[in-house]
């Protein structure tokens, strides 16, 4: 038995294990009659709003303008990016910046980028939600290197909370994106870049 077989065995026996019929049947008693949706309409402009409220830049593009529009924003960065091998390739059909496909993870640090889709976004608190399935890749591909540029399609935005998690699986590897990386000490000063990207930048393709 390792260390981690032997730390897990000491839970169960304090804590154990509910049937799960018992934790089915928990989660039926839920009251779940709180309001689900608070927008119906200009759920875009919430959206580009919430997320520019945590310092990101947000520009928002038609299907056709899409291909320039990563192109610039990569430009203005020269170096390699880091995307997903099924990152749908008219997306960067018009980029002149080198790409890695499925970067190995020591590769990560030396990137100036990474370049991915997401899962679902949230309007109402300006999240973004990555379960790193088609077009997003391995979770380190979104933490690692300083600058991440998301594309986020209309229909992928979801007007709050609770029909986001609809859409997702949860025992998917989730990864909640709510602006760039920051974090504050004690003393309160902000310090951007610890635990994931220092920049983060979104196109929302309407």
């Known amino acids: 038995m390792n260390a981690r077989e032997e730390i897990l065995r000491r839970i169960e026996g304090i804590v154990p294990t509910r049937p799960a019929a018992d934790v089915a049947a928990s989660y039926d008693r839920i009251d779940r009659s709180y309001l689900r949706r608070h927008h119906e309409d200009g759920v875009l402009d919430l959206f580009a709003e ?14 056709s303008e899409l291909p320039s529009a990563v ?28 790409l890695v496909r499925d970067p190995s993870p020591p590769s990560l640090d030396g990137l100036a980028g990474a370049v991915t889709g997401c899962a679902v976004a949230i309007a109402e608190t300006g999240t973004i939600v990555l379960d790193h399935g088609a077009a997003q890749g391995p979770r380190a591909l979104s933490l690692v290197p300083d600058y991440h540029l998301i594309v986020v399609l209309a229909d992928q935005v979801a007007p709050d909370v609770p029909e986001a998690l609809e859409r997702l699986d949860p025992s998917s590897p989730l990864t909640f994106v709510s602006g760039p990386s920051a974090t504050s000490d004690i003393e309160l000063s902000r310090v951007e870049g610890v635990h994931g990207p220092r920049t983060l930048e979104v196109l929302v393709v309407q």
């Open 50 to 63: 919430r997320v520019a409220d945590y310092r990101a830049t947000v520009l928002r593009v038609d299907a």
């Open 71 to 98: 192109a610039g924003r990569l430009a203005a960065r020269p170096g390699s990016y880091g995307v997903p091998a099924d990152l749908p390739a008219e997306w960067t059909a018009a980029t002149g910046a080198p």
